[in-house]
């Protein structure tokens, strides 16, 4: 059983339309990253939230953590095909960084 | 360009072999980390050193050694290969704070097998 769950697991969209990846736990953390993965390389950091409640914007994408800091969701506005990837949550857990399973998105032209 | 390198990219090994993975940085990071990614199941770490002379074990340590071999370096070495050790190998450092800058990650050595 893992730590951090998200959902869903795998999507497929056209482009244009909007989308919303969960990021869920029981378990409460100092701070949670959001990573993109394309194939072939390593995860690059997205964005950091570390305050619950709070609400960050990259672009089109809107980042929010959970009051109770154990949740978080990244919802993309009218997505593109360069979207396309893989998103990991990761929770930060003292000095070591848990993932999520990841979403792996596809935006079809 | 600054970053996380690691070698090789490919391997392919028999079961009981043994190999180690590299892993350098030049971003004078104090904090490595090793983690495998498998299909659906994220990245899990393996191993990680917090300081140069210091090594600790993640969720999967089984079956794995690492060495922290200067502030640069951490490889990981495989003594005796299994086919369940059959995934891509992701090196990460980091400097905090972690909020700010996350980790950053090699671009992964792809280890099959047979």
């Known amino acids: 059983t893992q730590l951090l769950e998200q959902s869903p697991q795998f999507l497929s969209i056209q482009e244009g339309e909007n989308l919303t990846v969960y990021c869920n736990s029981s378990s409460v953390f100092s701070s949670l990253q959001w990573y993109r993965q394309e194939p072939g390389e390593g995860p690059v950091l997205l964005v950091t939230?570390?305050?619950?409640?709070e609400v960050k914007k990259l672009k089109r994408l809107t980042f929010q953590f959970g009051d109770a800091r154990k949740d978080s969701s990244l919802h993309i506005t009218a997505a593109q095909t360069g979207d396309t990837g893989l998103y990991l949550c990761a929770g930060s857990l003292g000095r070591m960084l848990t993932f999520g399973g990841g979403t792996r998105l596809m935006v079809k032209p | 360009n600054a970053g996380v390198t690691q070698t090789p990219k490919f391997q392919v090994l028999k079961t009981g072999q043994s190999m180690t993975l590299q892993c350098a940085q030049d971003m004078n990071h104090n904090s490595m980390y090793w983690y495998r990614q498998d299909p659906g199941m994220g990245l899990r770490l393996i191993y990680y050193?917090?300081?140069?002379?210091?090594?600790d074990k993640g969720e999967v340590p089984n079956g794995y050694n690492v060495s922290r071999l200067n502030k640069r370096e951490f490889s990981l070495r495989l003594e005796s290969a299994a086919p369940s050790q059959t995934s891509v190998y992701f090196c990460?450092?980091?400097?905090?704070?972690?909020?700010?800058?996350?980790?950053?990650f090699g671009s992964g050595t792809r280890l099959t097998v047979v």
């Open positions: 990460a450092s980091r400097s905090p704070p972690v909020e700010v800058r996350g980790y950053t």
């Open positions: 050193s917090a300081s140069e002379g210091t090594t």
């Open positions: 939230v570390v305050t619950g409640g």
